[in-house]
């Protein structure tokens, strides 16, 4: 199933694409850097038949939205906090892959009221001390970060692609410690969860901002990375529990 309801929302005259299945309670959905929204089409038979409506934008810069003024990560989450109030008035359930992960916590911690509960797939986040840590970008992702606009004939936006995917890489790749401060304040119920191949690198990571959180859940899904795409069933099944609590 693909998703039935495609709209641009103009925000500080700014489009954002946003993708919609289903009716219901929305679940609001952040992709990792380098993809977009289609990445989370194989949930939405899931959600579709548990009666809840599947929302998934196009970050900022990525697949049909405009860019953001300026670089700052900061942008990014006063950007996308101005979704919610087209979602309605209530506190809405946030899920994020990758970078989605990053901002999602990020605006749970800044901005509690508009989150109901927030589910962090396999969140990047920065090194909480220390030197830089390795921003290469792989060529998938600089090719998805620097084909954004192109559709609407907006070259210049696609030319500054790449340039603009490597610097939220670099902003990431430096220590701040301040971000792994601010997970205290997310007061949402947290899931936080990884593939079964994740690397015990990356699990080491992720069960650290899981104890950055309060009462945060840690949990794994069997399958391949990106399990959104790779284990949509047991993903779903396991964000459905979490989010009907």
């Known amino acids: 199933m693909t998703y039935s309801a495609v709209h641009d929302l103009f925000i500080d005259e700014r489009e954002i694409r946003v993708y919609s299945n289903g009716t219901g309670k929305p679940v ?30 196009d970050l900022p810069g990525c697949g049909r939205s405009d860019p953001v003024p300026g670089e700052g990560l900061d942008a990014f989450v006063d950007h996308l906090s101005q979704i919610f109030p087209s979602l309605g008035s209530d506190p809405i359930d946030l899920l994020g892959h990758g970078f989605g ?34 921003a290469r970008m792989s060529p998938g992702m600089a090719l998805s970060g620097a084909v954004t606009t192109l559709r609407r004939g907006k070259l210049r936006q696609n030319l500054q692609g790449f340039s603009r995917a490597k610097s939220v890489l670099d902003q990431l790749a430096k220590a701040d410690p301040q971000w792994w401060e601010s997970l205290s304040d997310i007061t949402a119920p947290t899931l936080v969860l990884c593939s079964g191949a994740a690397e015990v690198g990356e699990r080491a990571i992720f069960d650290l901002i899981a104890a950055a959180i309060p009462d945060a859940i840690r949990a794994t899904v069997p399958g391949a990375k990106k399990p959104h795409t790779s284990s949509p069933i047991d993903f779903a099944a396991q964000i459905l529990d979490f989010v009907s609590g």
Do not use: C, K, N, Q
Request: proline letters at 11%.
């Open 101 to 134: 992960g990053y901002l999602a916590a990020t605006l749970a911690a800044s901005r509690p009221h508009l989150v109901r509960r927030l589910i962090l797939s396999e969140p990047t986040a920065p090194p909480r001390s220390g030197p830089p840590a390795s």
């Open 28 to 57: 609001l959905m952040f992709h990792d850097l380098g993809a977009s929204a289609a990445t989370f089409e194989h949930l939405t038979t899931p959600l579709v038949r548990a009666a809840r409506e599947l929302v998934a934008v």
